[in-house]
């Protein structure tokens, strides 16, 4: 099956908000301190914007390889 790059932007998304519900009620029990959830939005953040730049950039980076083979 193959995944898009929208869709995995749609699930990145849907991650990040999932962490930002779960994320407080951990830290305010102690289950999680507060800098390890802030690094984990954090790295989940950069992968949403990788994802998007390669979805704004999707049609040159495919004429690219394209010219290569």
Known sequence: ???SLSQQIEEV????AYRGNVYPRLVSSGKLRKGEADYHVERMQAVLKTLEWLEQNETRIKEMLAECT
């Open 1 to 3: 099956m193959k995944i």
């Open 13 to 16: 998304k849907r991650e990040l």
